[in-house]
């Protein structure tokens, strides 16, 4: 079963606003929820995603209840950008917002009661570094041959 189904889209947008928006196709709906599936993804790279995108509904409802919330919220505001019949934008726009903020405090925060993913299966998706170090007297730089970073 799908994480998000167009059915759960009901406590965001009316039955009525989504027919009028996708015009009888649903495939407009389910595209919406996708992309924020895929948007919201990059987030969780610390945890397991398929285990949660396979959780069962007592999970959706209980510990991943922010992450439901969040896309859902991401994938209403793809939805209406076709057309905003009976949506407020504006409030499609903060939630947006505060959905992407939601998910980056999931991404710094580890949260203790979702999978983790496992070492061997995560592959490090960036690295960070810094700049040359140099001697602020004389602009050198100093190079350490054990320091990869510099």
Do not use: C
């Not at 079963?1 to 039955?15: A, E, K, L, V």
């Not at 027919?19 to 919406?32: C, F, M, P, V």
């Not at 903020?101 to 993913?117: G, S």
């Not at 140099?134 to 054990?146: L, N, R």
Request: charged fraction near 25%; charge should be negative; glycine fraction near 4%.
């Amino acid at each position: 079963m799908p994480f998000i189904t167009t059915s759960d889209m009901h406590s965001h947008i009316y039955p009525e606003s989504i027919e009028a928006i996708s015009r009888g196709d649903e495939d407009k709906l389910t595209t919406a929820i996708n992309a924020a599936l895929r948007e919201a993804t990059p987030f969780l790279s610390r945890y397991n995603v398929p285990n949660i995108w396979a959780a069962t509904e007592a999970e959706k409802t209980g510990i991943f209840a922010d992450l439901v919330m969040a896309i859902k919220d991401i994938a209403k505001w793809h939805f209406v950008a076709v057309n905003n019949a009976a949506v407020d934008l504006e409030l499609a726009q903060v939630r947006y917002e505060g959905a992407l903020k939601a998910l980056k405090r999931i991404q710094q925060a580890v949260q203790t009661d979702w999978p983790l993913a496992d070492a061997e299966d995560s592959e490090k998706l960036f690295r960070a570094g810094s700049r040359t170090k140099f001697d602020h007297w004389g602009f050198t730089p100093i190079v350490d041959p054990d320091d990869p970073f510099s």
